[in-house]
């Protein structure tokens, strides 16, 4: 009788058990490693929004923007009030949970949402939530004028108000 090369069922079967093992291990972990860096992101962007308030405010002289667009790029032929071209556009548009940065969206809060020299913004606050909860992220981020990042690991979602981040609203410093 000759003797067949090759592996038996039995063998493949350990190989496909042993490679799906490995993949229950490293899944959960790769989940939790894109929601960190998804809430890493979205804290960087409030920075961003925050710096780019303050750089808006002396630009214009009419206070912080009015909303997220007002500080996103326009169309074309320079920067203005209403399209100052400080933040980017992804980050602009990403004021709802199907139009997320990162897995993350954006809710800005002003007095005026088209601020004048005669009635200027002196306060704002942006709160960012995960667009799927507990899928891209657990916790929430909320900046207001006075440029401190607050951090909510519950991911409290109470706020903004255009006076600021809601005093309801539990986040540490970052």
Do not use: H, W
């Not at 993949?23 to 992101?41: C, D, G, K, Q, T």
């Amino acid at each position: 009788m000759k003797k067949q090369k090759g592996f038996s069922l039995i063998e493949l079967l350990i190989v496909v058990a042993i490679i799906l093992i490995i993949a229950a291990i490293a899944v959960p972990n790769l989940l939790r490693s894109r929601m960190a860096a998804n809430e890493a992101s979205a804290a960087g962007s409030e920075r961003t929004i925050a710096t780019s308030n303050v750089t808006y405010t002396t630009t214009y002289g009419i206070g912080y923007a009015g909303t997220l667009l007002a500080m996103g790029p326009g169309a074309g032929g320079g920067a203005t009030s209403a399209q100052a071209d400080l933040i980017d556009a992804t980050l602009a548009a990403a004021t709802a949970a199907a139009t997320p940065k990162s897995g993350y969206f954006f809710t800005y809060a002003a007095p005026n949402a088209a601020p004048t020299i005669a009635a200027p913004n002196n306060t704002f606050s942006t709160l960012a939530q995960p667009a799927t909860a507990n899928t891209t992220g657990v916790s929430t981020f909320c900046v207001d004028q006075t440029n401190v990042v607050r951090k909510d690991p519950a991911g409290t979602t109470a706020g903004p108000t255009a006076a600021g981040c809601n005093v309801a609203y539990a986040g540490v410093p970052l």
